[in-house]
């Protein structure tokens, strides 16, 4: 059996507003990584996916404030840790993140070498800068990017550049966990295709232990990540394999995301594209039951007082509804026929 | 809008500016009101006649008066009488005898006297005291006696045929009523150099540099506005050329324009409303500027991309789809115009080239007068730190309003 | 390196520019008034209706100098041509003293002055401001009212208030010049401890007028800066807020670089009018002296100096800006 790199454990997040209402954006959210495996994460904008990532990384920063649960990185729990002690010894070493404005990540008056340096005497102020130069090269050349732009600004470099570049200096340090919050939502498709190639690659070649890959676009992930799951209103409604969940989702939730949005996959069917009726949630008052409820086609009417946990109905699948997984399917063939 | 506004006032810094100069505004309205007259009459002969009530001393002779014996009323007139030189040439004098430093407190008269009655010896010669000196301080004693005594003063009338006749004697113990002298006058900033009432002057001439803020604000904001919706709707050819012209008078300093202008306009010619002008006339570019990236990011929005489709004449799109969405940048480019054109006049005043100085006061020329006469160096501080306090509130408050503003519009920028 | 010459000729030709613009401005502005000065000064000569043999003198001379009864166009080119020479023509008030004679005894105190003043102003603004946006707190409450209300204290009230409580209340400086008046300048020990001494309120006045505003400036622009992506990300990478500080600063600090180029002029107006106040013997005083004095050459011959400081300064500041910020050298390639 696999090693474990990650395990969150019912982990509970808030946010305290201006105006100090509480808004939990990760609610009771568990979760495991296996060495070598990745795991996506979507859902619709504001549903606590990149929330999520913050918290799992131990990242709480004002407004975000811890309030429950656990995450263990390799045996590591970052849920006690003060936040002087994650920045020092987890960021950057144990979890790096890949943030959503990649484009505008990079410092523009910093060369990206000089940038690296600081990253790596944030860890090892001892490092030699000699040391690093070569590490930082050799790490390039493994990812088939040029020497020289080391040596540039961020300014310098091509969008697509920028964000290769982006992704090399996060995992300079071999993290054992990387988390990508959409690291190619801005990018063209071709772009895409090129981080998603180097993201594998850097799994295969273990430059990284395990990923976490976050986007509002489901399908997107068919063919990136191991496993999926699929979060609404701060909590899971759907895990289970990538093909799985990409071809066979069960959650009405997951199968719609999965219809509103056309991918030209291979592989994908060519269904019509049907938007979700209505919006989030606020999560300042979530609904007393099923979160998804108002939104639900075919939700019944203790659905909008009854809270579901979250069960298993597969081997590796589990979900968050009051119906039985046959009977949706049932209810889905018959629309679709 | 109504929310906008709402929004605007719930800002602490906006509305405390805006309490500030709706009180310089009120201050400038009102005070007219109260005390009416020309600001510019030269009430006092003097220059720089201090702040405080005067009391007709003509009158106050033939007033009827109360004896009223206070204890400490000689040595309180003592007091207003020796000047701090004969203080410290007593003192001088006190520690020269033999007396400890430390047990000489100049400032209270009583202690200070009484050390001198003790210690003072006509006959004593001090060792190094030259007769010079020592004749001073016999002076000094026979003048310090003969205020105490009392003595009485008496009020000579000259009659026509040149006789002259007592007509009253005055004791040291005579007081008169205030009210019962019926010529009296509070000059709370006292006078200026021409003898004018500085107070009144101030609320004029406050009123005075608001408007001529208010006018180079307005000249400048709308040329401003103009070139700035122009370049940077138009773009291309236009955009370059207004462009060109703008950053050239950004570098050159406009207030060498403002001396090369104003001097070569005269004096005879240079009245508020023209220095306002010309104020306003070297002032556009800041403006300019800042209108013309905020029309640059809106120049390709949807609804002014619909708007010309329509078929839309320029004027229509600048004044409907544009003009409201660039509303708040221009109020705040205003006020920031109106505060730069009120120190821009100081400023002019004190080299000389301000307003013409017989028809209006102005807080540049007030300024300039009290410089010229040299009233920091005097002592006259309600010449000019009036008017420095003046300046500053007007300009703090616009730009407290501006920071405010500011904050509301650019939420980044909130506490 | 190629990127960056293009920008500094660029610069350059726009240096060139605004220099010629400015002196076309300083020849024509006055020429286009209903009161020009020149005419005044060649009517007054037609006329024959001045008393005195050497003011009639003067005259002559400078519509000799300057051909004034000449075609504009003509005019100018005289103008321009004296000009390169370095020839401004002959004082009127203090004749027979040439204007250029009497620019060269004031500018050095003008530049000895602001200079340093405006850049210490500067400098200790900008750490302020950084440091108020990263406070934030208290500073928002308290200080940066106090901050606004000390930037809108004139450059000159702030010279009056300095002058009387330092040297008229407190009597530690001197009130007035720019040495002691019975001195006569040269290299002593005892003339150089004057010039100190008589330094300090005028430079202290323009320093203290000029922080305010840039420490506003900074805490706003440091303020939007540590919102900026890549502080968050340097976070994730566990850099420390140490570094991240020096991140923001820096780039913080680049706009302030533009925005001195920009006020420069404004700024080094209110300094002028500073060092009227403590009767400095700089530009600003010799303007003032210029302008009650009637003496057209001399007023016409400093703002035109006054303006190429500006001109110079703000392209120098371009070009230090063009080697810090990597960003403009990759715009040339756009």
Not at chain 1, 105 to 118: H, M, Q, T, V, Y
Not at chain 2, 186 to 209: H, Q, W, Y
Not at chain 3, 13 to 42: E, G, K
Not at chain 3, 273 to 295: C, H, K, N
Request: charged share 20%; net charge neutral; hydrophobic share 45%.
């Amino acid at each position: 059996m696999a090693k474990t790199i990650l395990e969150v454990r019912e982990l509970t997040t808030k946010y305290v507003t201006r105006f100090r209402e509480d808004v939990y954006a990760v609610d009771h959210v568990s979760l495991s990584i296996e060495e070598g495996k990745s795991l996506g994460i979507a859902g619709e904008s504001g549903c606590g996916k990149s929330t999520l990532a913050l918290s799992l990384m131990g990242y709480y920063f004002p407004p975000l404030h811890y309030m429950s649960g656990d995450s263990i990185v390799d045996g590591k729990n970052l849920s006690g840790m003060s936040p002087d002690d994650v920045r020092k010894n987890v960021l950057g070493s144990d979890v790096a993140y890949i943030p959503q404005a990649a484009m505008n990540a990079l410092n523009p008056i910093r060369k990206i070498g000089a940038f690296i340096e600081d990253v790596i005497r944030a860890h090892d102020p001892a490092r030699s800068r000699q040391d690093i130069r070569d590490m930082a090269r050799k790490r390039f050349e493994e990812l088939h990017l040029p020497q020289e732009a080391l040596d540039k600004h961020a300014v310098e470099l091509s969008g697509g550049m920028k964000q290769r570049v982006v992704i090399a200096v996060s995992t300079i340090l071999s993290p054992k966990v990387l988390i990508a919050d959409e690291p190619s939502s801005a990018l063209d498709v071709t772009s895409q295709k090129v981080v998603i190639r180097m993201l594998k690659e850097m799994m295969e070649k273990g430059f990284i232990k395990s990923m976490i890959f976050i986007t509002h676009e489901l399908p997107l992930l068919y063919n990136v990540t191991d496993d999926i799951m699929v979060m609404y209103a701060g909590q899971i409604v759907e895990r289970g394999s990538a093909k799985e969940m990409v071809f066979d989702p069960v959650h009405p939730y997951s199968r719609g995301l999965m219809r509103s949005i056309l991918v030209p996959e291979d592989g994908t069917r060519a269904n019509k594209l049907i938007a979700i009726p209505g919006t989030p949630p606020n999560l300042k008052k979530p609904p007393a039951g099923c979160r998804f409820a108002p939104r639900c086609r075919y939700a019944m009417p203790e659905c909008q007082f009854n809270a579901y946990p979250i069960r298993d109905f597969a081997p590796g699948r589990s979900w968050r509804c009051a119906r039985t997984p046959e009977h949706l399917k049932e209810v889905y063939a018959r629309e679709d026929g | 809008m109504k929310n906008t506004i709402r929004q605007i006032f719930h800002s602490s810094k906006f509305v405390a500016g805006f309490v500030i100069f709706v009180a310089i505004l009120l201050f400038i309205l009102l005070y007219p009101l109260f005390q009416p007259g020309n600001p510019l009459e030269m009430i006092g002969v003097g220059t720089f006649a201090e702040p405080g009530t005067y009391v007709s001393l003509y009158d106050s002779v033939t007033a009827p008066s109360e004896t009223l014996n206070l204890p400490d009323a000689a040595s309180n007139r003592l007091a207003s009488v020796l000047k701090e030189e004969d203080r410290a040439k007593m003192a001088e004098y006190l520690v020269a005898v033999g007396v400890p430093s430390e047990e000489i407190d100049v400032a209270d008269t009583e202690a200070l006297l009484a050390l001198w009655e003790k210690h003072y010896d006509e006959t004593a010669r001090p060792a190094g005291m030259t007769k010079a000196t020592r004749n001073y301080y016999k002076r000094l004693n026979q003048s310090l006696n003969s205020m105490g005594s009392g003595s009485e003063l008496s009020v000579v009338e000259q009659g026509e045929g040149g006789e002259a006749s007592t007509i009253a004697t005055i004791g040291s113990s005579d007081y008169v009523n205030v009210r019962k002298v019926p010529n009296r006058k509070t000059l709370l900033l006292g006078t200026d150099n021409f003898g004018r009432d500085v107070l009144k002057e101030l609320a004029s001439a406050a009123g005075t540099s608001v408007v001529i803020g208010l006018i180079a604000g307005t000249v400048a904001t709308l040329i401003g506005l103009l070139l700035g919706l122009l370049s940077g709707y138009l773009g291309g050819f236009v955009d370059d050329i207004i462009m060109f012209f703008t950053n050239i008078f950004t570098v050159i300093p406009s207030f060498v324009l403002l001396i090369l202008i104003s001097y070569s306009i005269g004096q005879d010619q240079r009245g508020a409303g023209v220095v306002a002008l010309v104020i306003g006339l070297t002032s556009w570019t800041w403006t300019t500027r800042s209108v013309r990236s905020q029309v640059i990011s809106l120049r390709n929005r949807d609804h002014v991309n619909l708007s010309r489709l329509s078929g839309h004449g320029l004027f229509r799109i600048l004044m409907t789809d544009i003009l409201p969405y660039i509303a708040s940048y221009v109020v705040m480019a205003f006020i920031l115009q109106v505060s730069s054109g009120i120190l821009a006049e100081a400023q002019l005043s004190l080299l000389g080239l301000g307003p013409k100085t017989t028809e209006v006061p102005t807080l540049g020329l007030m300024m300039n007068w009290a410089m010229l006469y040299s009233a920091h160096l005097n002592g006259s501080w309600w010449a000019y730190f009036p008017v420095i306090l003046m300046i500053t509130l007007i300009s703090f408050s616009l730009n407290l309003m501006n920071t405010g503003l500011d904050q509301v519009f650019n939420p980044t920028l909130r506490d | 390196m190629k990127g960056y010459w293009k920008y500094f000729r660029k610069k350059i030709i726009w240096f060139l520019i605004t220099f010629v613009a400015a002196v076309l401005l300083n020849f024509v502005l006055p020429r286009l008034m209903p009161n020009d000065p020149v005419a005044a000064i060649t009517g007054k000569m037609a006329q024959g209706m001045t008393d005195a043999t050497a003011s009639q003198r003067i005259y002559e001379q400078y519509a000799e100098e300057f051909g004034t009864n000449k075609p504009m166009i003509e005019q100018f080119f005289i103008f321009v041509k004296n000009l390169f020479r370095g020839d401004l023509g002959t004082s009127f008030s203090q004749y027979p003293r040439k204007v250029s004679d009497i620019i060269a005894s004031s500018i050095w105190w003008t530049i000895a002055l602001q200079l340093p003043a405006i850049i210490v102003g500067w400098l200790i603004g900008n750490v302020l401001g950084a440091l108020a946006a990263y406070v934030r707190k208290g500073f928002d409450k308290v200080l940066l009212p106090l901050s606004i209300f000390i930037s809108n204290i004139p450059a000159f009230g702030m010279a009056v208030i300095m002058l009387v409580l330092f040297a008229v209340r407190l009597k530690v400086a001197p009130t007035s010049g720019g040495y002691n008046y019975d001195m006569i300048p040269n290299f002593s020990w005892k003339f150089v401890q004057s010039v100190i001494a008589h330094y300090q309120l005028p430079f202290w006045s323009i320093v203290l007028v000029s922080i305010g505003g840039q420490a506003i400036g900074m805490r706003s622009m440091s303020i939007y800066e540590l919102n900026a992506d890549y502080v968050k990300y340097a976070r994730f990478l566990g850099i420390r807020d140490s570094k991240i500080v020096g991140y923001v600063f820096r780039n913080a600090m680049l706009p302030q670089i533009t925005g001195l180029a920009m006020s420069i002029g404004t700024m080094v107006g209110g300094a002028l009018v500073a060092e009227i106040i403590f009767s400095y013997p700089g530009l600003g005083s010799t303007m003032l002296s210029a302008i009650s004095g009637g003496d057209y050459p001399l007023i016409s011959a400093t703002t035109l100096i006054i303006t190429l400081m500006v001109l110079v300064i703000s392209f120098l500041l371009d070009i230090i800006y063009g080697f810090i910020d990597p960003r403009v050298k990759a715009a040339q390639f756009d």
